[in-house]
């Protein structure tokens, strides 16, 4: 007799932000995440979204009238078109049980794509829902910063990473808070030949390891 309420296989929604391709170490970063999620989870899915492919638009008057403007508004094409984007990126961040996010740090803050993308999804009635609270739990989250110089904590720059803080609000908002942060510094050393990139990766190879055990 089959079970009518089969365990639902996990699902991970990979989001990479860099502009770098195959030179991008949070994508390698997070590519090696993803051989250890596959290992702990063999029969699991993974689900990839490269922001640099994804022309998220940034946020506009049509995002904004259409979102809120009021229901017996005649929307124009270009208004549903943003409402059926931002729709398509919350049915992928909605169907994930893990969500992984691979992004550099740029001018202490994120890239315009991961912010692009992060007001298409951040939407009330969908995400959350105003004075009540996110609509989005029980999302592993991990977090794979890359940054020119070292923000962990206890270093001197420690203050001024405001990609950790920024993506921690944001995903509190919408109800995920499992999340955890791997920040792999000093990639100006790789850029520079000063260290090989293996031997940079081997830096975070425990962080990483543990973060895609959960």
Known sequence: MTNSKEERLPRLLSI????RGDKSISHALSNRFIDHWQHAH?????????LMESNIPYM????ISGLYGPPEMVRTPEMNAA?????KLIAELQAADHLLIGTPMYNFTV???LKSWIDYIVRPGFTFKWGEGGLLENKVTRVIVTSRDSYGPGTSNEEADQVSPVLRRVLALIGVT????????DS???NRGLVKLEDHLALSERAITEAARA
């Open 16 to 19: 990479q932000a860099s502009p």
């Open 111 to 113: 890239p315009a794509v």
């Open 83 to 87: 409402l059926a984007l931002s729709s």
């Open 188 to 190: 100006v050393s790789v």
């Open 42 to 50: 063999p029969h699991g899915t993974v689900v990839h979204r490269n």
């Open 178 to 185: 499992d999340v955890e942060f791997v920040l792999a510094g």
């Open 60 to 63: 506009d008057n049509d995002w």
